[in-house]
């Protein structure tokens, strides 16, 4: 089966949310008909953490209405993450919304970036999300998620064909960035698809690269570090083929 994935590479005016629904808008406006289109982490308003009581939305509101009307015009499942209210607190939420505009899924990032003060100003995540979708199992994860493999080894048992990670992944690190997303494609013989911003905040200079990868490990589609959105066909058929030639998932261990 043919599908095609969009990554929506943007640079982010902190704590302007504004200015980032105008600016999405005006990147998606050239996207067409797709079957997977992700925004980067909280790409409607960016590490403003000391206004994210503030800043932060329900399950629907402005930056979700935005995000509901890309999945229909698109007819795509369209992810991407936002400071979200959560009861009496707020999260890093990734929302996942199918072709119809209904959301079909929300993960709060599980694993808080300290170097960022997520601790100091936002709940984790208690649990993992694993959904179906038209186009297979996604998983979801944000940012710092990448650097726990237990993550993806817990998605692999669903199993997961895709796992969707939206980024605000800064320099120096761009390789730690690189081999990550191919190791998780890897070792889970399943997609990564990875988006991550550009630009800079007061802290950080965002490097890009979004990276589409392959079970086999191969970058489908790797982007550079200017704003653009980028789309690739990929072949489903490999997720089978990738799991029956190295069948690493049946052969585990677990008794170890």
């Known amino acids: 089966m043919q599908i095609k ?8 005016a902190l704590g302007d949310k504004e200015q980032n629904l105008s600016r999405a808008r005006q990147l998606t406006a050239q996207v067409a008909k797709s079957h997977f289109i992700l925004l980067p982490e909280l790409w409607n308003t960016g590490y403003a953490l000391e206004r994210a009581k503030e800043l932060a939305e329900g399950e629907r509101g402005p930056s979700t209405d935005f995000m509901t ?8 499942y369209v992810g991407g993450s936002l400071l979200m209210r959560r009861h ?3 999260c890093n939420t990734f929302v996942l919304i199918a072709p119809s505009g209904q959301i079909v899924a929300t993960y709060d990032k ?9 601790d100091k100003y936002l709940s984790p995540g208690k649990s993992l999300v694993a959904v179906p ?6 998983g979801l994860a944000i940012c710092y998620d990448l650097r726990f493999p237990e993550i993806f080894r ?3 048992d669903v199993p997961v064909d895709f796992n969707l990670l939206v980024a605000e992944w800064p320099l120096p690190r761009l390789e730690h ?8 494609a890897i070792e889970n013989q399943c997609y990564m698809l990875a988006c991550n911003r550009v630009g800079h905040d007061p802290s950080n200079t965002f490097f ?17 570090d200017s704003e653009g959105v980028f789309t690739v066909e990929i072949d489903t058929a490999s997720l089978m083929t990738a799991r029956a030639k190295i069948p690493v998932l049946s052969d585990r261990r677990r008794d170890l």
């Open 88 to 90: 009496d607190h707020v």
């Open 133 to 138: 979708t038209a186009w297979g199992q996604v």
């Open 154 to 156: 817990q998605y692999a």
């Open 110 to 118: 599980t694993h808080l970036f300290k170097l960022m003060n997520e």
């Open 69 to 76: 009307h890309l999945a229909r015009q698109t007819e795509a």
């Open 208 to 224: 890009g690269h979004s990276l589409v990868v392959d079970p086999w490990g191969e970058i489908l589609l790797e982007a550079g």
């Open 177 to 184: 960035w690189r081999t990550l997303v191919r190791a998780r």
């Open 5 to 12: 994935v969009t990554l929506v590479q943007m640079d982010i």
